[in-house]
């Protein structure tokens, strides 16, 4: 590893202090979470309009020792409390996947505008009444985001601009968490607070193959699941492989585990494309050029670390009479992106730095929506309806069955 990349990850969890502006958006984080660290406390380092303001968890102990660990002025007892402020503006939901639904529905109504880890909650019957709340679509509404952070990487444009959905006919996704670093006991393997890999690291790679194949899946063909069954942990996949058919008929593949072997190994996207025609002007009008191209992206889900997008074109020129093959040659490239110009080769004001993790570039977006500025990226809310719709299509199919509904959701209107 070269001394630019030790430094580029150094700054990306370390990274200098900033000013902050008078207008500064104030964060408010429902529970102590160690995921917020990454989603939140460590880019808003880097972000002048962003302060953090306030924290509340039901371990006040905890919650205490969260705030002075990253210079939060404000402790409260209470969720409740924390959306009662009116000097919040935004809620922070890194809470486990069943509580998602019941406090970001509250944050909404309460008039703050929420980032939403993901997944955005348990099933899709509580995104449909999420994502439809009628204070969303109300004039000066508040900004809701699933936390999707990895799609808003530069990486992925570069990714999704060598891809033609139309045309591909397989993607192979992986990626792992290792064993030592989830324990059994987490909330990841826990049924009634909608635990399960696919809730987990899952997500991803089904929101990878939505990306990919631009489209929904039309059917899941299988789940192989290895699932815990006592206990708090019934039903609860510790890892999965799960194989969908989308519109235009190609296959999308996902695999993940919680579970996974010692060492760590970076996430992938295969994306395999048709045989097509590659019109040469070049050849005689008897020969014929085709092409098949093959895209990966490696490390997609945590791109500050290490990633590479590799193209691999197979090339072929054939008879154009009898189909015989004249000349064939493989073309190899891979290319990189740590900023907006990487994937565009323009500077605007909209661009980042190297250090600037996924979770930094989804926060410059967020604050942007906020403040009534233009994106470069957006989730909009019937893209986190459909993403859940994949999830209880993937669970259904795999006899697990799908993760329990909040109870709260018959207090909504």
């Known amino acids: 590893m070269s001394v630019s990349q030790l430094l580029r990850i150094w700054w990306a969890f370390d990274p200098p202090k900033i000013e902050k502006s008078k207008d500064a958006l104030k964060f408010g984080i429902l529970g102590a979470a160690n995921s917020a660290g990454m989603t939140l406390t460590i880019p808003a380092k880097m972000h002048p309009e962003v302060v953090l303001y306030a924290v509340a968890a039901r371990d006040r102990k905890r919650a205490d020792e969260f705030a002075k660990k990253n210079d939060i002025p404000v402790v409260m007892d209470t969720y409740q409390e924390l959306l009662d402020d009116p000097n919040v503006d935004v809620i922070l939901v890194p809470l486990p996947n069943a509580l998602h639904f019941e406090w970001a529905v509250k944050a909404i109504k309460a008039g703050k505008h929420v980032l939403l880890e993901k997944p955005s909650v348990s099933n899709a019957r509580e995104a449909e009444v999420l994502f439809n709340l009628p204070e969303l679509d109300q004039p000066n509404a508040p900004v809701l985001l699933e936390a999707f952070h990895y799609r808003f990487h530069p990486i992925w444009s570069i990714f999704r601009s060598l891809i033609t959905p139309a045309d591909v006919v397989h993607v192979d996704t992986y990626s792992m968490i290792p064993w030592w670093m989830v324990t059994k006991d987490h ?6 607070l909608a635990g399960g890999t696919m809730m987990g690291m899952g997500t991803y790679n089904f929101a ?18 290895k699932a815990f069954t006592e206990g708090v942990h ?5 890892e999965f492989k799960a194989k969908f058919r989308f519109p235009n008929g190609g296959i ?16 992938y996207a295969t994306v395999t494309h048709k045989k097509v025609e590659a019109p040469d002007a070049s050849l005689p ?20 670390f290490w990633h590479r997008v590799d193209v691999k074109e ?13 000349k064939k040659w493989t073309e190899k490239q891979s290319q990189k ?23 930094r570039y989804q926060l410059e977006q967020f604050v942007n929506r906020i403040k009534g500025r233009p994106t470069q990226y957006w989730i909009e809310r019937e893209d986190s309806i459909k993403q859940m719709r994949m999830l209880d299509m993937a669970y259904e199919k795999s006899g697990l069955g799908l993760r329990p509904t909040s109870k709260y959701i018959a ?3």
């Open 411 to 413: 207090h909504v209107n």
């Open 337 to 359: 992106a740590y900023k907006p110009r990487d994937a565009t080769g323009e500077i605007s004001k909209l661009d980042g730095e190297d250090h600037w993790m996924s979770f």
């Open 208 to 225: 990878a193959l939505r990306l990919i194949f631009d489209d929904e899946p039309v059917e899941c063909f299988s789940v192989d699941t």
């Open 234 to 238: 019934h039903d609860c996949d510790y």
């Open 187 to 192: 909330i990841h393997f826990k049924h009634h």
């Open 252 to 267: 999308g593949e996902a695999y993940s585990t919680l579970q996974g072997p010692t060492f760590w190994h970076p996430s």
């Open 285 to 304: 009008p008897s020969q014929q050029k085709f092409v098949t191209r093959e895209v990966t992206i490696n490390g997609w889900c945590h791109a500050i």
């Open 314 to 326: 197979s090339f072929e020129i054939r008879d154009r009479t009898d189909g015989k093959l004249i």
